[in-house]
T-cell receptor, first 111, second 116 residues
Framework: AQSVTQPDIHITVSEGASLELRCNYSYGATPYLFWYVQSPGQGLQLLLKYFSGDTLVQGIKGFEAEFKRSQSSFNLRKPSVHWSDAAEYFCAVGVGNMLTFGGGTRLMVKP | GAVVSQHPSWVICKSGTSVKIECRSLDFQATTMFWYRQFPKQSLMLMATSNEGSKATYEQGVEKDKFLINHASLTLSTLTVTSAHPEDSSFYIC????????????FGPGTRLTVT
């Protein structure tokens, strides 16, 4: 069965600083990979996804993620964080019909 | 974009009572709807998958008789927590999918259930 690990439960960055959120997955083949953001009172919003092809994918809100097969990783990055990026971020793998989520990383942004 | 709503957004009920949560796809027809449960500061755990007009498929460990799921139309699914207990208190999130691809899935805002 597939699994997803997000090693960092909390991350605090200063506004304007760069950001990298880590995600590692376990699956026998290359799964579909996703990053979602969850803000209080709102549903999960898809930031970006990887299915195949170019391993660097661009998403909404200035986010990007890089798939590294050798490391089974799909880390999320943003060059300059805004205060509005404070939220919970979930990495997920899609296999067949199902999404399996990581434990989430809570991002806090210092002014 | 595709919008999924949930009602209510939060509910408090007494132990032993039942509570119903609605999930609606507002601007598309959902062939499949999913129900997740999220414990505080934890990830989403899939509870069940439902297709319109069919019985829901429950994940291992999820009590079918406690968490009743009905998917009566292409835009509405309901989750009824029967004989609720305090340990059922959680955040319940639905999602709806209009196609066959795993990425064509849109999430509702969630419902906070507190059982006293």
């Amino acid at each position: 069965a597939q699994s997803v690990t997000q090693p960092d439960i909390h991350i605090t960055v200063s506004e304007g600083a760069s950001l990298e959120l880590r995600c590692n997955y376990s699956y026998g083949a290359t799964p579909y990979l996703f990053w979602y953001v969850q803000s209080p009172g709102q549903g999960l919003q898809l930031l970006l996804k990887y299915f195949s092809g170019d391993t660097l994918v661009q998403g909404i809100k200035g986010f990007e993620a890089e798939f590294k097969r050798s490391q089974s990783s799909f880390n999320l990055r943003k060059p300059s964080v805004h205060w509005s990026d404070a939220a919970e971020y979930f990495c997920a793998v899609g296999v067949g019909n199902m999404l399996t989520f990581g434990g989430g990383t809570r991002l806090m942004v210092k002014p | 974009g595709a919008v999924v709503s949930q009602h209510p957004s939060w509910v408090i009920c007494k132990s032993g009572t039942s509570v119903k949560i609605e999930c609606r796809s507002l601007d598309f027809q959902a062939t499949t709807m999913f129900w997740y449960r999220q414990f505080p500061k934890q990830s989403l755990m899939l509870m069940a998958t439902s297709n319109e007009g069919s019985k829901a498929t429950y994940e291992q460990g999820v009590e079918k008789d406690k968490f009743l799921i009905n998917h009566a139309s292409l835009t509405l699914s309901t989750l009824t927590v029967t004989s609720a207990h305090p340990e059922d208190s959680s955040f319940y999130i639905c999602s709806a999918r209009w196609g066959l691809s795993v990425d064509e899935q849109y999430f509702g805002p969630g419902t906070r259930l507190t059982v006293t």
